[in-house]
């Protein structure tokens, strides 16, 4: 129940960054099935910050929290014809919480973005959380952001 309340506590914390144009992404992920949600900022013209909470559904339930840089240009600047087009790569710190314990680790992310108009866009990605105890944890991501 703790960990709960932790999650509602950083939610409430992050939230206010939601609404100062920034992008709110809705996530879900195989092979092990995650809910989720994040929040992306742009640094500066091609590099993202971005911070997720994602609630796992494994053999019992856990959360996975973290926060990346991300390079991510849109194509578009070099093509006009793949304008919407964001190809991302980056990488930061990810923490996994479940009942088998807290799982700190680097967290490198690879995917693409396609945007369906001004504000809103669909992205696939690749993630993978390598424990500093040793082990990984990836996962195919899906979702939606909205600016």
Excluded: C, H
């Excluded at 992050?14 to 092990?32: C, L, N, Y």
């Excluded at 990605?125 to 040793?134: I, Q």
């Amino acid at each position: 129940m703790k960990r709960v309340w932790l999650l509602v506590a950083l939610l409430a914390l992050i939230a206010p960054s939601a609404f100062a144009q920034r992008a709110f992404q809705f996530r879900i992920s195989v092979p092990a099935p995650t809910l989720g949600l994040g929040l992306e900022a742009d640094l500066q013209r091609n590099l993202v910050a971005q911070l997720y909470g994602d609630i796992l559904f494994r053999n019992n339930v856990g959360f996975l929290l973290g926060g990346n840089l991300l390079f991510k240009p849109d194509l578009g600047q070099f093509d006009r014809d793949l304008r919407g087009i964001s190809p991302y790569v980056g990488g930061g710190l990810g923490t996994l919480l479940s009942s088998g314990g807290v799982d700190f680790g680097v967290n490198l992310d690879l995917g693409i973005e396609f945007a369906i108009d001004r504000n809103t866009g669909i992205f696939v990605g690749g993630e993978t959380l390598f424990s500093f105890t040793g082990g990984s944890y990836g996962r195919l991501i899906f979702g939606a952001s909205f600016r």
